[in-house]
């Protein structure tokens, strides 16, 4: 279960590189790929679940 959670944790992460890296381009580049409201969420969504489920998951004792 805990390698499970660990590669979800790196798929929010990865996800929020790559929209944020993308997003940055396209303002560079002066495309509009999204609206303002979906920029918003799909920008901070992935950050504050990471940094939440990082926060309040009680952390094992264990060593993996």
């Given at each position: 279960m805990a390698f499970l959670i660990y590669h979800l944790k790196l798929y929010v992460l990865?996800?929020?590189?790559?929209?944020?890296?993308?997003?940055?381009?396209?303002?560079i580049r002066g495309d509009e790929l999204f609206n303002s409201q979906a920029l918003s969420f799909i920008l901070w969504f992935?950050?504050?679940?990471?940094?939440?489920?990082?926060?309040?998951?009680?952390?094992?004792?264990?060593?993996y």
């Open positions: 990865s996800l929020f590189v790559t929209i944020t890296f993308k997003t940055i381009f396209d303002f992935p950050i504050l679940f990471t940094i939440g489920y990082t926060l309040f998951t009680p952390r094992s004792k264990k060593t």
